[in-house]
């Protein structure tokens, strides 16, 4: 019965006309090849176990253990292994329409992501900035020259990696965006840039892409957003 209560709930967002369909809807219809070893009936147990507050884990088709984390009307994060998850996010575009960014992280132990965007019917969206990130991001270059690390390129290489990790909340369109270099580098390596570092960045969806903003980064409280 609660499946078929949540199979109706599902079709109200999939009237025609309707600018937007809830995030459960697109968990439902996510792609075989971008979501592999979950059917569409697993999917809606999951939810449906989220929902009566169980724990919503289940053993997925190709053997690997799932559990959906986090649910809302906008956001939802699956993890899909023990070293990886998968984020979906509704974002509004300017036009009043929103469109789906998916953000997949695998930890190895590096934390790595990718983010895609996609409409609501899991077309693939090209035209929107992406995060464009590098050393400078994350390092004071002031500090580093302070602490004779001006020449030293290597931290610089690594960055540019790309060893980044994004998180996604519900009730906000900001896209937390962590560096993993300490993590790749290990403690003892990294101990000399802790002081120039700055794990931790914002970005602001403007409608079009992701763009860094200082002011947003310094007046949130970073405590309650991981």
Same mark, same amino acid.
């Given at each position: 019965?609660?499946?078929?209560?949540?199979? !109706?709930?599902?079709?109200?967002?999939?009237?025609?006309?309707?600018?937007?369909?809830? %995030? %459960?809807?697109?968990?439902?219809?996510?792609?075989?090849? #971008?979501?592999?070893?979950? &059917?569409?009936?697993?999917?809606?147990?999951? %939810?449906?176990?989220? &929902?009566?507050?169980?724990?919503?884990?289940?053993?997925?088709?190709?053997?690997?253990?799932? $559990?959906?984390?986090?649910?809302?009307?906008?956001? #939802?994060?699956?993890?899909?292994? *023990?070293?990886?998850?998968?984020?979906?996010?509704? #974002?509004?575009?300017?036009?009043?329409?929103?469109?789906? *960014?998916?953000?997949? /992280?695998?930890?190895?132990?590096?934390?790595?992501? +990718?983010?895609?965007?996609? &409409?609501?019917?899991?077309?693939?969206? +090209?035209?929107?900035?992406?995060?464009?990130?590098?050393?400078?991001?994350?390092?004071?270059? +002031?500090?580093?020259?302070?602490?004779?690390?001006?020449? +030293?390129?290597?931290? $610089?290489? #690594?960055?540019? !990696?790309?060893?980044?990790?994004?998180?996604?909340?519900?009730?906000?369109?900001?896209? !937390? %965006?962590?560096?993993?270099?300490?993590?790749?580098?290990? $403690? $003892?390596?990294?101990?000399?840039?802790?002081?120039?570092?700055?794990?931790?960045?914002?970005?602001?969806?403007?409608?079009?892409?992701?763009?860094?903003?200082?002011?947003? /980064?310094?007046?949130?409280?970073?405590?309650?957003?991981?």
């Amino acid at each position: 019965m609660r499946k078929v209560v949540l199979l !109706l709930l599902i079709t109200c967002f999939t009237v025609p006309g309707v600018w937007s369909r809830s %995030v %459960v809807e697109c968990f439902k219809d996510m792609p075989a090849d #971008l979501l592999p070893g979950l &059917n569409t009936a697993m999917k809606l147990d999951m %939810v449906d176990f989220f &929902n009566s507050g169980k724990t919503a884990r289940m053993l997925g088709l190709l053997g690997s253990e799932m $559990e959906l984390k986090i649910l809302t009307e906008d956001y #939802l994060m699956l993890q899909t292994s *023990a070293a990886s998850n998968v984020q979906l996010k509704l #974002l509004p575009l300017k036009n009043g329409s929103r469109i789906l *960014a998916v953000v997949n /992280t695998v930890k190895a132990p590096a934390a790595s992501s +990718d983010l895609e965007f996609y &409409n609501l019917d899991w077309q693939p969206i +090209d035209t929107l900035a992406k995060p464009r990130l590098s050393a400078a991001s994350f390092l004071n270059q +002031d500090c580093l020259q302070q602490k004779g690390h001006a020449q +030293d390129m290597s931290v $610089e290489e #690594l960055n540019s !990696l790309y060893f980044y990790e994004y998180n996604f909340q519900s009730g906000n369109n900001f896209l !937390l %965006v962590y560096s993993s270099l300490p993590d790749f580098l290990g $403690e $003892e390596a990294f101990a000399g840039y802790r002081d120039c570092f700055n794990q931790r960045l914002v970005l602001e969806w403007t409608g079009k892409g992701f763009l860094y903003s200082s002011s947003v /980064t310094s007046s949130l409280n970073f405590s309650l957003l991981r």
